[in-house]
């Protein structure tokens, strides 16, 4: 079926891993959530900050993630109530993901920056300083399924591994795309 409501360019859609909720996002600065049986729309979360321009459910289906453009906020996905808000000043994001564990939270960035949040600790902030291979943007982020594993994905075509938890996040690189990767 056809889901209206949208006012502006959808930019980021996600399904929760039990395939109840549909969430989108895109340029009108709302996070709308949809009932997968039934079609309706269930809620509507203002973005705090812009665009929406990545969306995730973490592995439970308990939270959602959202990238606003200059926050990264994390939602209840049964009250849809905000959990919690990570914000860098000056920063804007690029791609949300949960690690499988729902411990971490990472998104890319500019500046060749990406972060990792903690979910369980707000001001907790692992920062990534991918200067080591990324000379570009960071534009997508993704958790392996298996461990925390980190990949990142740059404008300048260098995919980057990284293992978090550990103190000393030391990235090994994947070299060969001829452009960008958008994650």
Not at 88 to 112: K, L, N, P, T
Request: proline share 1%.
């Amino acid at each position: 079926g056809l889901l209206t409501g949208t006012t502006d360019l959808g930019l980021c859609l996600a399904f929760s891993h039990d395939c109840k909720w549909f969430a989108t996002g895109g340029r009108d600065a709302i996070v709308r959530i949809w009932d997968v049986h039934t079609l309706d729309c269930v809620a509507m979360l203002e973005a705090a900050d812009g665009n929406v321009r990545a969306l995730d459910f973490s592995a439970e289906g308990d939270l959602l993630a959202a990238d606003e453009s200059g926050s990264l906020r994390v939602f209840d996905a049964t009250t849809w109530s905000l959990k919690a808000q990570y914000h860098i000043s000056g920063e804007v994001y690029f791609g949300a993901m949960f690690s499988d564990d729902q411990s971490w939270i990472a998104a890319g960035g500019r500046h060749q920056v990406g972060r990792v949040f903690n979910v369980s600790d707000e001001g907790h902030v692992l920062t990534a300083e991918l200067d080591d291979g990324h000379t570009e943007w960071i534009q997508g982020v993704a958790f392996s399924p298996r461990d925390n594993t980190l990949a990142t994905a740059g404008k300048d075509g260098v995919i980057q591994l990284w293992a978090v938890g550990n103190t000393k996040l030391r990235p090994r690189s994947l070299v060969g795309h001829q452009g960008r990767v958008w994650g």
